[in-house]
């Protein structure tokens, strides 16, 4: 039996156990018509789905509930009166999350688009709004600063950051009225709460400080004849490395970028750098001597969201400058 599907205790009605309760699948149950579920003191339900079984409803969060969170269950009887009761899941005893930010150190331009946040364990969602906070250099809070949607990786332990396109492009309504996310040449600093818990119910126990640097805007493509390849020796295992001119966009990089040789993808491991300034590829087996392709995707994208096809913000007045070259070659001697 997972943890969270242990009860905790009644924080109300002696009749709990009669009432309401977890079944194995994870899934609050109550007895009656209908459910409603409400994390802490949340005004709004969860997101779910809600089933008719017998004489019982049963609800199916749409995330995971978490351990040590306290839950309302309102739920209505055949009399139609809606009785409400609280529940705690119990936590088990587990190591605190650590999170981490990429790139890094976060050297961005001002019209960034986007960060990633990697946490050691897959983490509560739907919260990340209140648990995030944009900081000026003078201290104050960014407000609206993010996206509201909510990007996990399938292990639930990397978190798409929004900035708000909405402000972050030139010469639109958010951008006007309320100003960019990021100002160029300024400090901000990215706070992450202690409180935030991972799915097994342990919290971060200390808040995550991260300071972004903002630099000049970016409108310009990723042109990789700008790139510089370091070839490997053949017969060798060494690693291929492109260092690039500009950061890129760290989660794109790790398949964006593939080796072929005659025609056929070469095998092997790719690692990207903390920074994203530079990319590598070990290959299985020893390199072949003569030429190989470095086969770049055309919707790669830099910090700013620029592509080699095309820049993030278009002028249709203005004529396009896209990358001269989607594959570079190099020599295995």
């Known amino acids: 039996m997972k943890p969270w599907f242990i009860l905790f205790g009644l924080l109300c009605s002696a009749t709990f156990a009669a009432d309401v309760w977890v079944n194995e699948a994870g899934q609050i149950e109550a007895r009656g018509s209908d459910v409603r579920v409400f994390r802490g003191a949340a005004t709004a339900p969860l997101f779910g789905s809600v089933a008719k079984e017998s004489a019982s409803v049963r609800f199916a969060a749409a995330l995971p509930l978490v351990p040590g969170e306290t839950y309302r269950v309102e739920f209505q009887k055949a009399d139609g009166i809606w009785n409400t009761q609280r529940l705690q899941f119990a936590q088990s005893p587990s190591a605190a999350p650590a999170v981490s930010i990429s790139p890094s150190p976060a050297l961005l331009p001002a019209n960034a688009l986007k960060l990633y946040l990697h946490f050691t364990?897959?983490?509560?969602?739907?919260?990340?709004?209140?648990?995030?906070?944009?900081?000026?250099?003078?201290?104050?809070?960014?407000?609206?600063?993010?996206?509201?949607?909510?990007?996990?990786?399938?292990?639930?332990?990397?978190?798409?950051l929004w900035l708000h396109p909405g402000r972050q492009k030139t010469g639109v309504n958010l951008n006007i009225d309320e100003g960019p996310v990021l100002q160029e040449d300024r400090r901000h600093t990215l706070r992450i709460?202690?409180?935030?818990?991972?799915?097994?119910?342990?919290?971060?126990?200390?808040?995550?400080?991260?300071?972004?640097?903002?630099?000049?805007?970016?409108?310009?493509?990723?042109?990789p004849?700008?790139?510089?390849?370091?070839?490997?020796?053949?017969?060798?295992?060494?690693?291929?490395?492109?260092?690039?001119?500009?950061?890129?966009?760290?989660?794109?990089?790790?398949?964006?970028?593939?080796?072929?040789?005659?025609?056929?993808?070469?095998?092997?491991?790719?690692?990207?750098?903390?920074?994203?300034?530079?990319?590598s590829f070990t290959p299985k087996a020893g390199w072949e001597r003569g030429a190989n392709i470095l086969e770049i995707d055309p919707l790669l994208e830099d910090l700013a969201g620029n592509n080699l096809l095309g820049p993030f913000e278009v002028d249709r007045e203005a004529p396009t400058n896209p990358a001269s070259a989607t594959t570079l070659s190099f020599n295995a001697d």
């Open 121 to 160: 364990q897959p983490m509560e969602q739907g919260v990340f709004l209140e648990r995030i906070t944009l900081h000026r250099q003078d201290g104050s809070v960014v407000h609206g600063a993010f996206r509201e949607t909510e990007l996990w990786s399938p292990d639930g332990k990397r978190l798409t």
């Open 193 to 223: 709460a202690a409180g935030w818990r991972s799915i097994t119910g342990a919290a971060l126990g200390k808040e995550a400080v991260f300071e972004l640097i903002a630099g000049a805007v970016d409108h310009t493509c990723p042109d």
């Open 225 to 279: 004849q700008r790139w510089q390849i370091t070839a490997p020796k053949a017969g060798t295992c060494d690693p291929l490395l492109v260092t690039f001119d500009e950061p890129m966009d760290p989660s794109m990089l790790v398949s964006a970028l593939k080796v072929k040789r005659a025609n056929k993808e070469v095998s092997g491991t790719v690692a990207v750098a903390a920074n994203a300034g530079r990319w």
